[in-house]
C-alpha cells in the first residue's frame, strides 16, 4: 500500500514510512526576508529571526527593531577623565568636555584647556602698598616693587620741595619766588624766599 506523507528527511515533519511526498513538509526557520538570519528555504516561520543592532534605548542609535545587541550602541558624551562633565559610558566623543578655570590669558594662572570660568583667576603685580608701583588688583606679587613710597612736596616750584619724594602729600605751599635774600646788599627782596 501507498503512504503518502512527508519523505523528505530535511523537513521537521520528515515521517520515516512515507514514500510519496505530498507537499506537506515543514521547513521552520526565519521567513522574514529584512532578518539577519533570514532562511530562504523556510516555509513556516519558528519565531526565530534575528535582528541585529543596538538594543539599548539610552543609545543614541537605539534601533527599536533589533532583539540581539551586536554591540554597536554608540553613547555620546565627553571622554576626558579630567574633565568636569567627564562620561564614563560615552564612547563617542561629542566635544562637549568642559573644562572648568582660569580663561583670562593674561593671568598667571591662565588654563589653556580651560573653556568654562571658575572665577579663580590671579592677576600679578605689586601687592605691598608701601610701594610706588602697588596694583590694588594684584593677587600675587610679581616682584615689581621697586619704589618705596616716599612722601612730600614734589614740585620744584614751591619751597618745600622734596627731591626724594615721589608722592605728592600737599605739603607745597609757598611759591618759590627768585631774588636775594641777603639784607647787605642792595639788590635785596623782600618778597625773594
Known amino acids: 500500500s501507498i503512504v503518502s506523507f512527508n519523505s523528505n ?4 515533519n520528515f515521517d520515516a514510512g512515507a514514500n510519496l511526498e505530498d507537499g506537506s513538509c515543514l ?10 538570519n533570514y532562511d530562504a528555504d523556510a516555509n513556516t516561520d519558528d519565531g526565530s529571526c534575528l535582528y541585529l543592532g543596538c538594543t539599548d534605548a539610552d543609545a543614541a542609535n537605539y534601533d527599536p527593531v533589533a532583539n540581539l545587541n551586536d554591540g554597536t550602541c554608540l553613547y555620546p558624551g565627553c571622554m576626558d577623565s579630567g574633565a568636569f562633565n567627564f562620561d564614563a559610558q560615552a564612547n563617542v ?17 591662565y588654563d589653556a584647556q580651560a573653556n568654562e ?8 603685580g605689586c601687592t605691598n602698598a608701601d610701594f610706588l608701583e602697588f596694583d590694588p588688583d594684584a593677587d600675587v ?13 614734589t614740585d620744584s616750584n614751591f619751597v618745600e620741595f622734596n627731591a626724594f619724594a615721589n608722592v605728592d602729600n600737599g605739603t607745597c605751599a609757598t611759591p618759590v ?8 646788599y642792595i639788590e635785596f627782596s623782600a618778597d625773594a624766599n
Request: aromatic share 6%.
Open 9 to 12: 528527511s530535511e523537513a521537521a
Open 27 to 36: 521547513y521552520p526557520g526565519c521567513m522574514d526576508e529584512a532578518a539577519d
Open 93 to 109: 566623543d561629542d566635544g562637549s568636555c568642559i573644562f572648568i578655570g582660569c580663561t583670562d590669558a593674561l593671568a598667571v594662572n
Open 117 to 124: 570660568e571658575d572665577g579663580t583667576c590671579l592677576y600679578g
Open 141 to 153: 606679587d610679581d616682584g615689581s616693587c621697586v619704589s618705596f613710597i616716599i612722601e612730600g612736596c
Open 177 to 184: 619766588v627768585m631774588g636775594c635774600t641777603d639784607a647787605d
